[in-house]
């Protein structure tokens, strides 16, 4: 990894996190909706595509396609395809519900996807419907048409909600084992949600985390990773991430966001300092014009919660 990329706290610029929509079929009450508020139009397909590839030529090399959720987008196979095939990419990825998965999850990877995270909060029929308005079975089937098709790893995201799911762990550990998933364990985020939810329903993953050290027999840092740990258990690997609001995550972030209305977003914490890239390029700027936006919005990259930064 030789990154070109860094802010001027010594963060590296590795991942760019793309919304292609702020649609989604499902309403979730905990969704953070990559910090967006009030979007206004989506983006083209040239557009985000050229976006992409002037990011990618900057060095940033990691790319990941988000919500609202990214399979309602018509040209998403035309999307994943584009980026795909732009020299220098080292990583592409989605974040989806999965509810269809089971058709796309075939076409996805052939067009260029190389893995995904399926957002999949409970086993519970009724736990699950009453959180996402969704079938369960839709998402079992899309995870199992994703892991057939694949991609690799799969990894499914638990947002864990007091009251709610933090006694189904261990049964989605079951689960992810047994389809040959990646669990990752999320703890809720003061994110475009109420004050009153967060404080109802945020369920701290200390207890959960102290028991994941006991079992594993390999623990991992991802270290461009907000410094995550990784447990290695004897029949399935297990993440846990901890909410934004703490300083290891700003500390070690390598993220920038492109919003679905065509900003730059530096922090998810904030949309103060946005570095709008989508007017311009329909006003008529070139790549390098658009290369100076990048790295005029890296330049505003900094830690939300004052951290010891990257070295």
Avoid: W
Avoid at 249 to 275: A, I
């Amino acid at each position: 990894m030789n990154p070109k990329l860094y802010d001027n706290h010594g963060r590296p610029t590795l991942n760019l996190r793309v919304s292609l929509t702020q649609q989604c079929n499902y309403q979730c009450p905990y969704c953070h909706r990559e910090g967006e508020t009030s979007p206004s139009a989506e983006m083209s397909t040239e557009e985000v595509l050229r976006i992409v590839g002037v990011a990618v030529s900057l060095g940033i090399s990691r790319v990941k396609l988000t919500g609202g959720e990214p399979l309602l987008r018509p040209d998403i196979l035309e999307i994943v395809r584009g980026i795909a095939g732009l020299r220098g990419l080292q990583d592409l990825s989605m974040t989806t519900n999965g509810t269809l998965l089971s058709s796309l999850a075939k076409p996805l990877r052939k067009n260029g996807l190389v893995r995904v995270n399926v957002n999949f909060p409970s086993l519970n029929v009724e736990t699950y419907r009453t959180l996402t308005g969704g079938k369960l079975e839709d998402i079992v089937n899309g995870i199992r048409g994703a892991v057939e098709a694949g991609l690799y790893p799969v990894k499914l995201n638990m947002l864990i909600l007091r009251g709610v799911n933090e006694k189904d762990v261990t049964r989605m550990m079951s689960f992810a084992s047994g389809v040959g998933a990646v669990l990752q364990l999320i703890e809720l985020e003061p994110v475009n949600i109420s004050a009153s939810y967060y404080a109802s329903y945020h369920y701290p993953l200390d207890g959960v985390e102290a028991e994941l050290e006991r079992q594993a027999y390999r623990v991992e840092t991802r270290r461009y990773m907000q410094n995550r740990k990784v447990y290695f258990l004897p029949k399935v690997k297990v993440e846990v991430i901890h909410p934004i609001e703490n300083t290891d995550f700003c500390g070690s972030c390598t993220r920038l966001r492109v919003t679905s209305d065509g900003f730059l977003k530096p922090c998810l914490m904030r949309d103060d300092n946005m570095v709008d890239i989508l007017t311009p390029m329909r006003n008529g700027a070139n790549d390098e014009e658009l290369k100076h936006l990048f790295i005029e919005a890296i330049s505003r990259r900094k830690p939300y919660y004052k951290a010891a930064t990257v070295k």
